[in-house]
T-cell receptor, first 116, second 110 residues
């Protein structure tokens, strides 16, 4: 149990376009989801905490207008990178925490975004 | 933002050697988790430690939580190439936000 599916696994887009990344909890309801960004051989940096039915909480230095997060249901959170630029190229990972402590935190398999 | 420092940042060893990775914080951990991540994939949970002084073993991996709950270590015995990956400690703060350590990139050479 406690599987998180992230889609797409990789995407290439042109500068100035927007890209949406989906994070779904497949067999549990996730009241809270987290979005991370990761550069090669570096750790995961928390970007924002997504709470179902309310606005996301962004970490300091993360542009909320650039990285739009929507958590409209208990099984889906989306991250939209708006007006993407090459410096937005990175590995984006979501994680979800179900309401049961047993599940802990489960991570998606990540999305490799390349902006050209 | 919680700051979790891991050391070393990079480690390259020969197969069969032992190694230890450290995770330190200036604050007390409520609980701490260790993850392993392979390139292009999400982190996978290895263990959760909660009690100060706690020691947990997972085959060749031994995890220790400091008595003061401000540090933790991961010891790997007789490392194998399959152990290669990025090792991350992580902690949840009182706001239920989840923060990772700076990471240790391990390469085990056959």
């Amino acid at each position: 149990g406690a599987v998180v599916s992230q889609h797409p696994s990789w995407v290439i887009c042109k500068s100035g376009t927007s890209v949406k990344i989906e994070c779904r909890s497949l067999d549990f309801q996730a009241t809270t989801m987290f979005w991370y960004r990761q550069f090669p051989k570096q750790s995961l940096m928390l970007m924002a905490t997504s709470n179902e039915g309310s606005k996301a909480t962004y970490e300091q230095g993360v542009e909320k207008d650039k990285f739009l997060i929507n958590h409209a249901s208990l099984t889906l959170s989306t991250l939209t990178v708006t007006s993407a630029h090459p410096e937005d190229s990175s590995f984006y990972i979501c994680s979800a925490r179900g309401p049961q402590v047993y599940y802990g935190y489960t991570f998606g398999s990540g999305t490799r975004l390349t902006v050209v | 933002t919680q700051l979790l420092e891991q050391s070393p940042q990079f480690l390259s060893i020969q197969e069969g050697e032992n190694l230890t990775v450290y995770c330190n914080s200036s604050s007390v951990f409520s609980s701490l988790q260790w993850y392993r991540q392979e390139p292009g994939e999400g982190p996978v949970l290895l263990v959760t430690v909660v009690t100060g002084g706690e020691v947990k073993k997972l085959k060749r991996l031994t995890f220790q939580f400091g008595d003061a709950r401000k540090d933790s270590s991961l010891h790997i015995t007789a490392a194998q190439p399959g152990d290669t990956g990025l090792y991350l400690c992580a902690e949840t703060n009182t706001g239920n936000q989840f923060y990772f350590g700076t990471g240790t990139s391990l390469t085990v050479i056959p």
